[in-house]
Nanobody, 121 residues
Framework: HVQLVESGGGSVQAGGSLRLSCKVS????????MGWFRQAPGKEREGVAS???????YYANSVQGRLTISEDNAKNSLFLQMDGLKPDGTAAYYC????????????????WGQGTQVTVS
């Protein structure tokens, strides 16, 4: 079993930056694929970025060039650096862990964190 805890959300002005963190604990002997999703009120959960077992990164077309996903295996942590934030980035952000599949499909992920709120004004 894997536990995920997000942190780093908050309020930021348009054009600003935030760095979200996800602490991973539990079955750390397994190399999971990791991802970030976001969900705004009244909308479906949307894939933002993912990192596979080989270190390849994937991004939603709407956020490429402004977001960077990374990990620090020694610290069991996943990060999402967000730059040039826009109001449409306002959402609850969730980290996820899984063993592969279509990363854009929320149903393909096995473990989820509780979410951290990002508000861009």
């Amino acid at each position: 079993h894997v536990q995920l805890v997000e942190s780093g959300g908050g309020s930021v002005q348009a054009g600003g930056s935030l760095r979200l963190s996800c602490k991973v604990s539990g079955s750390t002997s397994i190399h999971y694929c990791m991802g970030w999703f976001r969900q705004a009120p009244g909308k479906e959960r949307e894939g933002v970025a993912s990192l596979d077992n080989y270190g390849s990164t994937y991004y939603a077309n709407s956020v490429q060039g402004r977001l960077t996903i990374s990990e620090d295996n020694a610290k069991n942590s996943l990060f999402l650096q967000m730059d040039g934030l826009k109001p449409d980035g306002t959402a609850a952000y969730y980290c996820a862990a899984g063993l592969g599949g279509d990363w854009t499909d929320a149903a393909a992920w096995k473990y989820w964190g509780q979410g951290t709120q990002v508000t861009v004004s």
